[in-house]
């Protein structure tokens, strides 16, 4: 017996990416809904080699579903995710809503998959920010090894993070920048995003960080350990798909970079790519398409006692977000509903 599914945010980047990797993984699905708003009502969509039309969400009775991947924002959410979970269906939610909620789990499957447990003070449980969620993988194990005590970490963003319109955006500016005669106004971005990086994601808080780097700061913590101290700088930048980081980590113990990389590559979730050489590591457009999450450029910081310095690389539609709501739903599956 398999489980009842319904996809919330269908027809966007990310839902459709649910649909694809539910399929891919052949998660046990007895039957599924794709949802999206009323002006999508009827659009068509993928799951494996059917096609689904989607239904109205305002509408739709969440009673007697299992599992409902939400990809709508945090306005929608509002509303739509307390009626499924009062309903008895479990809401695995990607937008920032309930990550920050005592009583909501926030979960990375290959982290903290015991969190999931917890599901049941509210029935819902989080999806990590998508820098968040690539660069916990890389911690976690290195960390149950030496003890974290401090990560510097610079990302590289892609524009797929700021959902179709800024993949629009880039798109046309790049071509307005081969062809004078086009007049494009940025709209998504705060400056021009192709040919450029910009080093603002999200909105500007009091203490000159930004809700995205604060995100990161907050989630390590709920994630990995609240004694982790995290500074993070996040950068936009005009590539589709694909976020990338550079990570510095400080230990308590020492950690040699050879044990390190062994220790990386034992890790569930991450494949190492690490020659020192011409191309002998991951960049963005690599990882496109792949489940995992690449970690290059494994090395000793000098300058500290127990530094070691990373190149953390992953599919942003994939770990960043759909990948790892399905692999909620399994986790969920396995330790607490047993089904299929």
């Known amino acids: 017996m398999g489980y009842r599914i319904a996809v919330v945010g269908a027809t966007g980047n990310v839902g ?9 993984r052949e998660f046990p699905v007895d039957e599924i809904a794709a949802l999206a708003s009323r002006r999508s009502l009827g659009t068509e969509v993928s799951f494996g ?9 305002d509408t739709f009775d969440f009673t007697g579903w299992d599992i409902a991947l939400f990809a709508i924002g945090s306005d929608a959410t509002k509303i739509y995710a307390p009626k499924a979970a ?20 926030l979960v990375v499957p290959e982290v903290n998959p015991e969190a999931v447990e ?33 990560v510097v970490v610079s990302t590289y963003q892609s524009v ?18 081969y062809n004078p005669t086009d007049d494009y106004e940025a709209k998504v971005y705060p400056k021009q995003i192709a040919f450029n990086v910009i080093p603002h994601i999200d909105v500007f808080l009091e203490d000159g960080q ?5 995100k990161m700061v907050a989630e390590t913590k709920k994630i990995v350990d609240t004694k982790i101290k995290v500074t993070a700088t996040c950068v936009r930048v005009p590539v589709f ?16 970079e050879a044990e390190a990389r062994d220790i990386l590559r034992e890790a569930p979730g991450i494949m190492v790519v690490d020659k020192r050489e011409d191309g002998g590591y991951v960049t963005p457009i690599e990882c496109v398409g792949d489940f995992a999450t690449f970690i290059s450029r494994i090395r000793q910081d000098p300058t500290i006692d127990n530094g070691i310095n990373l190149w953390c690389v992953s599919d942003n539609l994939r770990k960043g977000a759909a990948l790892n709501a399905v692999q909620i739903a399994e986790t969920l599956g396995q330790r607490v509903l047993k089904k299929g």
């Not at 798909?241 to 040699?256: K, P, Q, R, S, T």
């Open 241 to 256: 798909v694909g976020h990338a980081e550079a990570i510095n980590i400080e230990f308590e113990d020492h950690l040699d």
């Open 16 to 24: 459709r990416e649910m649909l694809n990797i539910l399929a891919e």
């Open 210 to 214: 930004t809700k995205e780097e604060w």
């Open 118 to 150: 917890g599901y049941a003070k509210k029935n819902i449980i989080a999806n990590p920010n998508c820098s968040t969620a690539q660069m916990v993988v890389a911690l976690k194990p290195l960390h149950d090894r030496a003890r974290i005590k401090r």
């Open 160 to 177: 797929s993070g700021s959902g179709k319109d800024g993949i629009d955006e880039l798109w046309d500016q790049t071509k307005a920048v």
């Open 86 to 105: 009062k309903s008895g269906c479990i809401v695995i939610d990607n937008s920032s809503l309930y990550r920050y909620d005592p009583d909501v789990p």
């Open 49 to 57: 080699d059917r096609t689904l039309k989607t239904q109205d969400l």
